[in-house]
């Protein structure tokens, strides 16, 4: 598909009919947009131009960088083109035709040379701006919402570094004024939560030129990965599972049965050491599983076999698509590969679902599920598929309720079927993170078998499972929904000591070395600023007590205990702090008060 005919469908996708207004109407704002930059740059060149979720951006070619007032004046151009209620008129072209319209346009005329050669081209066109397009779009300018230019930023051409960089302005669009400001403070809100500026501030992660796209976990974040890599074990292994690690580069021929060199080596880091020899650096752990299963023989009663698996892995992800922790080439996942039987295929999926909904839960996080259907590269024969869809749908019917979950059609895996879980942050945004894949491919390419009960050999069937999903997204999407301010128990720093004057530091020494002999993670804040500044800091380093420290707390072994809420909940005994603190973190609350 061609990426015109992908940005064309981004218009005509969206399941209802509100959605797809909204995606026309945004389409054709995007159009009035390009307009009014090609008026101020009359030389510049187009890029695509597609409605997004909430928006729409365009891709320009322009020969200097715009300035916030360029965005200015585009906004006041598209409001006079808007006023003037210029009908978009439909017209479908020749090839020929195409080529000679956008002459000028070398990113179009590329567009226009890979189309299939029975597509049909079309063009838009109002106030005498033309563009290649396949709609559809709103009656005229006067229907394109209430609109703002929000941003601009770099993007390759195509998503590829080694192609031009072009300019890309995002705006939004919205059918009334309400409905603008609304979205306006909520873009507002997600900027102060931005986990990339969090990252930064908090001296949780580090990105470098050196490394694009591959996290330097500092200190203070490597504690949140790996308290939450800590939970998963410990409830992971109540459950069965046997966590296993493998190589991280394999030849190429374990990609080869896997199917992965077929369909996924574009996304995949690659070792040519010589013309014999080829490597991939792994972007799944499915294949390494596969070899575990298959290093003795197996029988029915050693299923379900959970092998889980946190190695890092490495997906070539283009680089005009990195974003922060949300979009990475280097990640851990929370993976397992479960090997059932056909007949413990519902019982295990029910069990999955149980684990995700208390791994959501902790963080009062809501989720939907929605089923991926076969896709159009499957590998495998379609009876087979069509066997595993109607079982995850009998499963999610019974977990969900029929209605209650989503249909991603062709969005399943190469090997399987699959059941994602979209998680709703508190700004109400919605992440794919978890997924539950259901295979019947893989273990026939790895010949992995098992003796049934009547002596029999046969094929087991592999549900793929993560939970959190990539941890480094996970993390992102955590620091942003609790805006950096973290829960007690995954605090990197849960309090800091603040001594009022120097002659309290040797108690607040005293006092820190208790609290880490209970577990607890602490800091003495021994620096000579006043103690005012010392609270200040601590409530933006987001950690959740203040102990302040003085002549009382140390005539009566207690702590002035602060909230980084700005609360002052008053003194309390040393041995009490802790009860408390142990509480809330052994309950995985909220909270950062509970009576003890």
């Not at 995002?170 to 900027?191: F, I, K, M, N």
């Not at 399987?416 to 993170?433: F, H, N, S, V, Y």
């Amino acid at each position: 598909m061609s990426d015109l005919t992908k940005e064309m469908d981004l218009a005509v996708a969206p399941e209802s009919e509100h959605e797809l207004d909204l995606a026309r109407m945004r389409h054709s704002c995007a159009h009035v947009m390009a307009q009014a930059v090609l008026e101020l740059f009359p030389g510049a060149k187009l890029g695509i131009g597609p409605a997004i979720a909430d928006g729409f951006y365009y891709d320009f070619d322009l020969p200097r960088p715009l300035t916030p007032e360029d965005l200015e004046h585009i906004e006041r151009r598209m409001e006079e083109i808007k006023a003037a209620a210029y009908p978009f008129v439909r017209r479908v072209v020749t090839r020929e035709e195409a080529r000679e319209l956008f002459r000028d346009q070398p990113y179009k005329l590329e567009l226009i040379a890979e189309f299939p050669p029975d597509e049909v081209i079309t063009t838009y066109t109002h106030d005498g701006f033309t563009d290649l397009c396949r709609g559809p779009h709103v009656r005229d300018t006067s229907q394109i919402g209430f609109f703002k230019l929000l941003r601009v930023s770099g993007a390759y051409w195509r998503g590829d570094e080694r192609r031009p960089q072009l300019q890309r302005i995002y705006g939004t669009s919205w059918p009334t004024r309400e409905q603008l400001d609304a979205y306006l403070h909520r873009l507002e809100e997600a900027e102060r939560r931005d986990h990339r500026r969090l990252g930064r501030e908090l001296e949780l992660f580090h990105f470098d030129p050196t490394a694009p796209g591959m996290p330097y976990w500092l200190p203070k974040g490597l504690k949140i990965l790996n308290l939450l890599l800590d939970f998963w074990r410990q409830e992971h292994e109540k459950r069965g599972y046997q966590e296993i690690a493998a190589p991280l580069i394999n030849d190429k021929s374990l990609w080869e049965v896997s199917g992965h060199w077929d369909h996924y080596r574009e996304n995949m880091f690659l070792i040519q050491l010589d013309e014999h020899l080829t490597y991939g650096v792994k972007p799944m752990n499915c294949p390494n599983a596969m070899i575990v299963y298959n290093l003795k023989k197996r029988s029915y009663r050693d299923l379900p076999l959970r092998l889980s698996d946190c190695d890092i892995l490495h997906r070539y992800e283009r680089s005009g698509t990195l974003h922060g922790l949300l979009r990475v080439r280097k990640f851990q996942q929370d993976d397992a590969h479960i090997f059932v039987t056909e007949d413990q295929i519902e019982e295990e999926f029910a069990r999955i679902l149980e684990i995700a909904q208390l791994f959501y839960g902790i963080f009062g996080l809501r989720y939907t599920l929605r089923l991926g259907t076969r896709p159009a590269d499957f590998m495998g024969d379609p009876e087979t598929w069509d066997k595993a869809e109607a079982a995850l749908q009998r499963i999610l019917d019974r977990h969900a309720g029929p209605g209650n979950y989503l249909i991603g059609e062709g969005e399943g895996a190469f090997y399987g079927p699959k059941i994602d879980i979209l998680m709703e942050d508190a700004l109400g945004r919605q992440w794919q993170t978890g997924t539950i894949q259901l295979d019947f491919q893989l273990p026939r390419r790895f010949g992995c078998t098992y003796t049934d009960r009547d002596g029999t050999e046969k094929t087991p069937v592999v549900i793929h499972r993560v939970i959190y999903g990539s941890l480094e997204r996970f993390i992102g999407i955590l620091i942003e929904h609790f805006a950096g301010a973290f829960p007690v128990w995954l605090a990197p720093v849960q309090a800091t000591i603040i001594p009022i004057a120097d002659r309290h530091l040797p108690y607040a020494y005293r006092v820190r070395d208790r609290l880490r002999d209970a577990g607890l993670r602490v800091e003495v804040d021994d620096g000579d600023e006043r103690m005012q500044a010392k609270i200040r800091s601590a409530q933006l380093q987001k950690i959740p007590y203040m102990l302040v420290v003085g002549d009382r707390e140390v005539n009566e072994e207690s702590l002035a205990v602060r909230l980084r809420t700005n609360e002052n909940i008053g003194s309390m005994s040393i041995e009490r702090f802790i009860t408390m603190v142990q509480r809330l973190v052994a309950e995985k609350s909220l909270e950062l008060v509970t009576d003890v």
